[in-house]
Structures are given as structure tokens and as C-alpha cells.
């Protein structure tokens, strides 16, 4: 009985975290939700109800909030929502010194392009940016991470962001230089937030085709099975 058991819990993998594609695709909405989404909206709502300073020190205080909230109940700050503190930081400082909105609009161009470049960079390295971000929506052990398979994987989704971001940049410039500034967060923000979303539900899909093929994913069968397995009296 003990080897049933054992053989049981290899076939379900001993380094799985036993997340489903429902739980991490909720990790992903989730830091999308608190980093990009709820942002945009609140920027843009703050510039047709008052004005630029007001909206870019609104959503600074939203992210500052969404990340004490998260350190005070005790749950994981994603590696997103730090990336998008930082940016957002100098962001607003950058737009309180210069006292352009224009300056405001015009550093994510920047910040997309030295972003992407990093993305793209460490596809020369052992270990790609998404391999470094990938534990906080699917936590692995070591020695899953170094799986071949899961390897390329990372430096297949490092590719995929690093363009996506790369193209992001390039439609913000675009759309800056062509609309007003009330139309341009609008329509930025939708483009952006499409984009992304598109981008993200692409990664969970592929994602879950690679662990699935990898065995990372835990049948809830073999779970309820394995939990009633009685205990071997040897």
C-alpha cells in the first residue's frame, strides 16, 4: 500500500505547487488589476474631474496603498506592482518638477523602451526576466524552474513581453502625438490595457499547455484519491 501511495504522489509530481489554471490566471487579473487597470481609470477620471497633478498624485497614492495593504495583511507583493511603483514614483516626480503633463505622458515611452530592452537583454542570460517574475503567479521549486522545457518556456514569454512592451511604447507615442490629453489617456488606456490582457491571457494559455504537457498540474481526482489513501500499518 505504502508503494501505491508513493507511486501516486510521483505521478501528481513531488515539486507541484498544486495550482490550476483558474488560481493563476487570478494572480495574473489580480496584479493586472492593481498595477495597470485601476491606474489608467483612475487616471483618466481624475484629469476630467480636476487635472493632471491632481490625477497623477491620485493614482501614486493608489499604488502606495495597494502596496501597504498587501505588506499589512501579509500577502506577496508581485514583482509587477514593484516595477510599476518604481516607474510610477518618478513618474509623478518627474511631472511635480516640470510642472508639464506632457513630460508625465511622455516618460512611459522611455520607461517602455528601457523596460523592453531589459526583457530583451536578459534573453542572453541564464536566467530571462519572466524566469525571475514567473514564482509570483506559480510558485516552483529549483529544480522544476531548471527543467529544460520550462526553460525555454521563460525565454519564449520574455521574447513575447519584451515586443509587447516594446510595442506599447510605440503606440503611446503615437497616440500622444496625435490626440488632446483627455482623449489620449481614454484611448491610451484602452489600447494598453487591451493589449495586455490579450498578451496575458495568451501567456496563462500557453503557460498552461507547457505544465500540463510537464505534469505541474494536479489532477483533483488524484488529490481527493491521495488524501484518503490509508496509511500503510507496516
Not at 4 to 23: F, K, M, W
Not at 71 to 90: D, N
Not at 96 to 115: H, K, R, T
Not at 212 to 229: E, F, I, N
Request: include cysteine; glycine fraction near 6%; proline fraction near 5%.
Amino acid at each position: 500500500m505504502e508503494e501505491s501511495r508513493v507511486a501516486g504522489r510521483v505521478a501528481c509530481g513531488p515539486h507541484t505547487p498544486g495550482l490550476g489554471l483558474l488560481q493563476v490566471a487570478l494572480r495574473i487579473l489580480s496584479s493586472l488589476m492593481l498595477a495597470v487597470i485601476i491606474p489608467a481609470t483612475l487616471l483618466w477620471a481624475m484629469i476630467e474631474l480636476f487635472n493632471v497633478t491632481t490625477a497623477v498624485l491620485v493614482c501614486l497614492a493608489w499604488m502606495v496603498l495597494a502596496m501597504g495593504w498587501r505588506y499589512a495583511t501579509r500577502r506577496p507583493v508581485s514583482g509587477l506592482l514593484l516595477l510599476s511603483l518604481a516607474i510610477l514614483t518618478i513618474k509623478t516626480a518627474f511631472t511635480l518638477i516640470s510642472g508639464s503633463s506632457f513630460v508625465y505622458f511622455v516618460q512611459p515611452v522611455f520607461g517602455d523602451l528601457a523596460v523592453s530592452t531589459i526583457f530583451l537583454g536578459s534573453l542572453w542570460t541564464s536566467r530571462p526576466i519572466i524566469a525571475r517574475l514567473a514564482p509570483d503567479f506559480y510558485p516552483m521549486s529549483v529544480a522544476v524552474a531548471d527543467r529544460p522545457e520550462i526553460r525555454a518556456h521563460f525565454w519564449r514569454l520574455t521574447l513575447l513581453w519584451g515586443l509587447v512592451i516594446l510595442v506599447k511604447g510605440g503606440i503611446t507615442l503615437w497616440l500622444l502625438e496625435s490626440l488632446s490629453t483627455a482623449n489620449f489617456v481614454l484611448l491610451k488606456g484602452g489600447a494598453i490595457i487591451t493589449l495586455t490582457l490579450t498578451a496575458a491571457v495568451v501567456t496563462i494559455a500557453w503557460s498552461y499547455v507547457v505544465v500540463r504537457q510537464q505534469g505541474l498540474l494536479r489532477s483533483p481526482v488524484a488529490d481527493d484519491a491521495t488524501a484518503h489513501w490509508p496509511e500503510s500499518s507496516g
